[in-house]
């Protein structure tokens, strides 16, 4: 597995053309909302648009390309802010992945807990948004021109890196973290739009996350893959084993041969 696949599940680059208005309404089915997170979910990922459908009957539908086709069928159940998914049918991985879910009116996303499957983590993690994207955009720009609260960029932005945009992203992000500079997490966020032409500013956040979440695993899997290609090899790889320790454990496989001057492989 090439980890730069997992670093663009996060990053969720790509092109908001590939989205047409008739993609935008299409839904794979109806889902009655009686979970917040259930129903129709995209997100513009490296390989283009994919569609997810969080049905009210535990399964859900996966949709690569979002024209309507379903590729895969799993199962999934949530327990408090976590949710698991089994995959059922089409392109499946063993196993089970265990997932940390947040969601918003605006936005759902998954942090990786525990799953050694790179095709799951790739399509799943990272940020995700409503198919009437348009619409939520527009209610956050009108919030924003009439009293903009720092929430309402921080909304947009994570829509906007569900969408693939990640320098409209940034700038959002940019506007948050001066009203509030003690969340980790969006330093994270941050740092992941700064790839690939700005792996100093990607050490820099990641270092403020870790100063206030020494144990963000997201931060140091980031800071890692950026000291890497700034040719500080053995301190990225240092980042890797801490990330692989805080539950990063894909890693283990995928850095494997880089790090393998670095690590014990015993």
């Known amino acids: 597995m090439n980890i730069k696949l997992i670093l663009l599940a996060l990053l969720t680059t790509g092109s908001l053309s590939a989205y047409n208005q008739s993609t935008q309404t299409k839904s794979l089915h109806d889902a009655t909302n009686d979970h917040p997170v259930t129903g129709n979910w995209v997100r513009i990922g490296h390989s283009g648009p994919i569609g997810l459908n969080l049905k009210n009957n535990g399964m859900a539908e996966a949709d690569f390309g979002n024209d309507g086709s379903i590729d895969v069928i799993t199962a999934y159940a949530l327990n408090g802010d976590t949710i698991k998914f089994t995959d059922q049918e089409g392109q499946m991985c063993p196993g089970e992945g265990l997932y940390k879910v947040h969601h918003t009116d605006y936005y759902l996303t998954f942090d990786l807990l525990e799953d050694d499957c790179a095709g799951r983590i790739n399509q799943t993690m990272g940020f995700w948004t409503r198919p009437d994207f348009e619409n939520l955009i527009a209610i956050l720009e009108k919030e924003i021109s009439t009293s903009p609260e720092?929430?309402?960029?921080?909304?947009?932005?994570?829509?906007?890196?569900?969408?693939?945009?990640?320098?409209q992203a940034k700038a959002d992000f940019d506007v948050y973290l001066r009203h509030d500079p003690f969340n980790a997490g969006v330093y994270v966020n941050r740092a992941g739009t700064r790839f690939p032409g700005d792996l100093e500013g990607v050490v820099s956040d990641c270092n403020k996350a870790i100063s206030i979440d020494p144990n963000h695993k997201n931060a140091y899997f980031l800071r890692g893959m950026a000291r890497y290609e700034l040719g500080d090899k053995e301190s990225g790889c240092e980042d890797f084993s801490r990330a692989i320790a805080l539950g990063f454990s894909v890693l283990r496989i995928a850095e494997k041969e880089k790090c393998a001057s670095f690590w014990d492989m015993e």
């Open 150 to 167: 720092p929430g309402s960029y921080l909304n947009r932005a994570r829509i906007y890196m569900a969408l693939g945009q990640p320098e």
